[in-house]
Structure formats: C-alpha cells, structure tokens
C-alpha cells in the first residue's frame, strides 16, 4: 500500500513539473465572440466549448479582464450538414459535416495577431435515432476536430 502511495506522489510531482516547464509564460486570452447565423441552437455552444478547450489545451490561460492580452473572434463562414445513410428503419444515421471558421486573434490594441480560415469535415456514423440527437452528436464530432485546430493555430504562433 505505501508502495503504490510512494509512486503516486512521485508521479504526480513530476506531471507537476512537465507542466510549469511548458506553460512558464502562458498568455491569457478571451473568447470574445462565436458568431454562428445558422438555425442551429447547439452548434454555438458546440464551437464555444471547443475553442475554449482547444486555448487551455495549447498552454494558455482563458480570461476575460484587464489582465487579457488577446481576444479571440469566430466566425462561422459555411456549414454544410449532409445525411449519407439511412438506417434500415429509413432514420438518417450516417452525416457529413463541414464547417469553415474565420479564427481572428487581436492583441489589446486592436491589432490582428492571427487571421485564419479553419476548415474541417467530417463524418458521423450513427445509429439512427432521433435525428435531432444525432445532429447533435456530428456537431460534436467536428467540435473535437475545430479544438485540436484550435490548439495546432495558437501553438504555432508562439
């Protein structure tokens, strides 16, 4: 039992470590807006939470006040959600989504740090439920994807 306890501790003081290295100066940002005019309810929130995901994953900080040194803008440019397949109960179960994002970064005097497209695809196989829910979950399928973009984009430009 002390065994386990005595790899434990040391383990977890060396993730510790690792991490105070790598993010020894992380930058703060703030997620100002996620602008999405598409009749989707969820996919904003989808897009907020990986964006979000995707600063903190790539080492910085996420904050919104006087200490913010870069605000962080979406756009949703094109959306293209497409059934594929349909289930042998006639329910749409397989989709393709494609989203184009225009990634904007300014600094706190309004200069423009990044201006990216972000364009992703992909493909959800489903099992044909409520075509709603699964909706929801393509939304999610390219969230994962716009939030490892979202950390490759803001890991590059340090």
Known sequence: MSLVFIYMF???????????IKNKNPEI????????????PTLR???TKSISDGILQSGNKLECSDNTKYFVYVDAVNLNFIPLGYSPAQRANVYKV??????????????????????ENAQYVGAGLRSDIEKIYAFEEIGELIKIRTQAVLTKNE
């Open 98 to 119: 494609s989203i184009d994002l225009r990634f904007k970064v300014e600094d706190r005097h309004g200069n423009v740090a990044i201006d990216q497209m972000i364009k």
């Open 10 to 20: 040391i383990n977890g003081c060396s993730i510790k470590e690792y991490t105070a």
């Open 29 to 40: 940002y703030c997620l100002k807006a996620v602008n999405v005019n598409y009749p989707e």
């Open 45 to 47: 929130d989808v897009l």
